[in-house]
């Protein structure tokens, strides 16, 4: 005999989440893709690094807002039998890819700032410093409104730091282009562009690592599964906790399947509906990670698991 439950009491909160993300992204990418327009095109006349680079991060939140956005709205769409959590896992492959993204680009920038302090080009500091001005404010413009959505997911908070990032890197175009223009050091342009590449890889690294972590199904990381079956196997009857599993959907969405093997008294008496209830309480209210979606097969001691075939 098993016993089994799962429940859900987030997919209205889930509904409004994601549709407030796909509002906020559709504003972001309005004020990004015009930015870029205009950055790129200065940063053709210009000459600056800084500014190509700073355009380069644009470009990467363009798409990587896109993604957002897309994952969103994906996101949005129901659960049906034939995808049982519905295309939330969508928030995560997005995020995954933004960081993936942001952390290449990094790179080339950091290559090419390198050749730069060898090797300076000529900058034009007036139209690079107009255009950093821009760019900046646009950028704070875009953290404002996707503030209030940061922690909804981590595709919502891959979105936010590409946009800080951004916001960097306006920054140190903005100051590159004061140095220039006060000293004629021309080094200034890629020295900032190399600032800014520091600032965004571990970032953009560390998002990646919460992504795969999903996707791989590692258990949650602020989850102790020794701590959970100390507890479970402490409550009156339990005997034994085995096949332990514990992995996150998608943002805010932990879940946790345990077999439990209680006492012969206990399956006997057909006591196992409190225990069960004892045991979903215990998940969901004891732990950094609240499981509310959790599964459990009780089984008496004497219970055998089927043998795979070869």
């Not at 680079?53 to 969103?72: E, K, P, R």
């Not at 295309?87 to 995020?95: K, L, P």
Request: proline share 3%; aromatic share 2%; hydrophobic share 55%.
């Amino acid at each position: 005999m098993s016993t089994a439950h799962g429940h859900s009491t987030h997919s209205h909160c889930h509904d409004h989440a994601a549709a407030s993300s796909a509002r906020r992204l559709g504003l972001v990418l309005a004020l990004t893709a015009t930015v870029l327009l205009a950055e790129l095109v200065t940063a053709l006349l210009s000459g600056s690094l800084a500014l190509l680079a700073d355009a380069g991060h644009m470009a990467t939140d363009s798409a990587g807002v896109v993604i957002a956005l897309t994952a969103a709205l994906l996101a949005k769409r129901p659960a049906s039998d034939h995808s049982t959590w519905g295309m939330r896992r969508a928030e995560v492959i997005g995020a995954a890819l933004q960081a993936g993204m942001l952390s290449i680009v990094g790179l080339v920038v950091a290559v090419r700032a390198v050749i730069d302090i060898l090797s300076p080009s000529p900058v034009a500091a007036a139209p690079m410093l107009v255009m950093g001005v821009v760019g900046l404010v646009a950028n704070v413009l875009s953290l404002l409104v996707l503030t209030g959505g940061r922690s909804d997911s981590l595709n919502m908070r891959a979105a936010f730091l590409e946009v800080a990032n951004d916001a960097l890197g306006s920054v140190g175009v903005v100051v590159a282009a004061a140095v220039i223009a006060l000293t004629g050091w021309q080094q200034a342009d890629a020295v900032a562009s190399l600032l800014i590449v520091a600032l965004i890889v571990p970032r953009a690294v560390s998002l990646l690592r919460s992504a795969g972590g999903v996707l791989m199904d590692f258990t949650p990381q602020d989850l102790d599964l020794g701590q959970v079956r100390r507890h479970l196997t402490d409550l009156d009857g339990v005997v034994a906790v085995h096949d332990l599993h514990a992995w996150t959907v998608a943002s805010g969405l932990p879940v946790l399947t345990a077999h439990v093997v209680v006492t012969d008294e206990h399956y006997a008496a057909g006591t196992t509906a409190d225990l069960l209830s004892a045991m979903q309480s215990c998940v969901a209210e004891h732990f950094p990670v609240r499981i509310q979606h959790s599964t459990f097969q009780i089984e008496p001691t004497g219970h055998r698991e089927p043998v795979a075939c070869a």
